[in-house]
C-alpha cells in the first residue's frame, strides 16, 4: 500500500508540472552519459591528431576538434562524469554537514547556537567562490580539494535553512507529543522533526548542485580546478575562450551550453523534489 501511494503521488505531482519531467528526463540523461560516456564517445577523449585539429562541426565530428585534434563531443560526454562526481560529493558532504549543524543549532539554541551560529557567519562573511580559491590554492588543485572547498562554502545553506526549520518546529504539538511518548531530544530530533524539514532542504539541494558545478568549473577556469587534458566542461570553456576571437565558436559553445544545462536541470528539479518530499502535498 505504501509503494502504491507513492507511485500515485509521484504521478500527481509530476502530471501537475510539466517542467519537473523535462528536468527529471534531463538527469536521467546526464546520469547515463555519466555512467556510461567513455563507452558512448565516438572517439577517444584524449587522442590528438594535429591533421585534424580546429576542424568545423560536421558529421564526423559533430561538435568539432580542438587545437589538438581532439573531438570535442567525446570530451563534453566524458566530461559530464567528473563534473557530476565532484557536484554530488560535495552537496553530499555540504548537506549533511550542514543539516547535522543546522538542526543542533535550531533545536537546543542557547550557547550552541551561538558558537555554530557564528562559525556559519564567519564562513559567509567571506565572497564564496574567493573562499573555494584559497581553499584549492593552500591545499592544491586536486579533484578532492575541489570537492572539500564547494562544501565549505556550500555548507552554510543547509545549516541556515536547517536551524531555521527546525526553530519553528521544535515547540510544535507533534513535537511535544513524542517527548511525551518516551522518546529523547535526539530522537524527537532525528525521527520526528527533520523529515519535516526535508521539502526545503531538497530545494536547497538542488539549487545547490547546479551552484557547486558552476563553482567546479568556475576554479578549473581560471586554473585552479581540474588539470588538463583531463576532459572537464570549465578547462574546455577556457581553452575555447582563446579561439573565439579567430572564429573556432564551437570550442567554448559546446562545452558551455553542457554547462548551461546541466545547472538548468538541477534547478528545474527544485521543486518538483519538494512537492515529491513534502507530507502536505500527499493525495
Not at 122 to 141: E, S, W, Y
Not at 169 to 178: I, K, P
Request: overall charge neutral; proline content about 5%.
Amino acid at each position: 500500500m505504501a509503494a502504491t501511494s507513492t507511485l500515485t503521488h509521484a504521478r500527481y505531482v509530476l502530471g501537475e508540472n510539466p517542467l519537473t519531467v523535462v528536468a527529471f528526463a534531463m538527469f536521467f540523461v546526464l546520469v547515463l552519459l555519466a555512467a556510461f560516456g567513455p563507452w558512448i564517445a565516438p572517439y577517444d577523449p584524449l587522442a590528438s591528431d594535429t591533421a585534424i585539429k580546429l576542424m568545423a562541426p560536421s558529421a564526423e565530428h559533430w561538435f568539432g576538434t580542438d587545437h589538438l585534434g581532439r573531438d570535442v563531443l567525446s570530451r563534453v560526454i566524458v566530461a559530464t562524469r567528473l563534473d557530476l562526481m565532484i557536484a554530488l560529493s560535495a552537496v553530499a558532504l555540504a548537506f549533511f554537514g550542514g543539516s547535522v549543524l543546522g538542526s543542533l543549532a535550531g533545536y537546543y539554541g542557547g550557547w550552541t547556537d551561538r558558537v555554530i551560529g557564528r562559525v556559519i557567519d564567519t564562513v559567509m562573511a567571506f565572497p564564496l567562490f574567493v573562499l573555494a580559491m584559497g581553499i584549492v590554492a593552500v591545499l592544491g588543485n586536486s579533484v578532492e580539494n575541489i570537492v572539500y572547498a564547494t562544501a565549505v562554502i556550500n555548507l552554510p545553506f543547509y545549516a541556515r535553512v536547517a536551524r531555521a526549520e527546525i526553530g519553528v518546529r521544535r515547540d510544535s504539538g507533534f513535537a511535544a507529543a513524542a517527548k511525551v511518548a518516551g522518546n529523547g531530544n535526539i530522537g524527537v530530533l532525528a525521527r520526528h522533526l527533520y523529515p519535516n524539514i526535508l521539502p526545503a532542504m531538497m530545494v536547497q539541494l538542488s539549487l545547490n548542485m547546479g551552484w557547486a558545478i558552476l563553482n567546479a568549473a568556475g576554479l578549473s577556469f581560471i586554473g585552479l580546478g581540474v588539470r588538463p587534458p583531463t576532459p572537464e566542461w570549465g578547462i574546455m570553456v577556457a581553452e575555447g575562450a582563446q579561439f573565439i576571437v579567430s572564429g573556432e565558436w564551437w570550442l567554448a559553445v559546446f562545452p558551455g551550453v553542457s554547462l548551461m544545462l546541466a545547472v538548468f536541470c538541477f534547478n528545474m528539479m527544485g521543486d518538483g523534489l519538494r512537492d515529491l518530499i513534502d507530507p502536505r502535498r500527499r493525495t
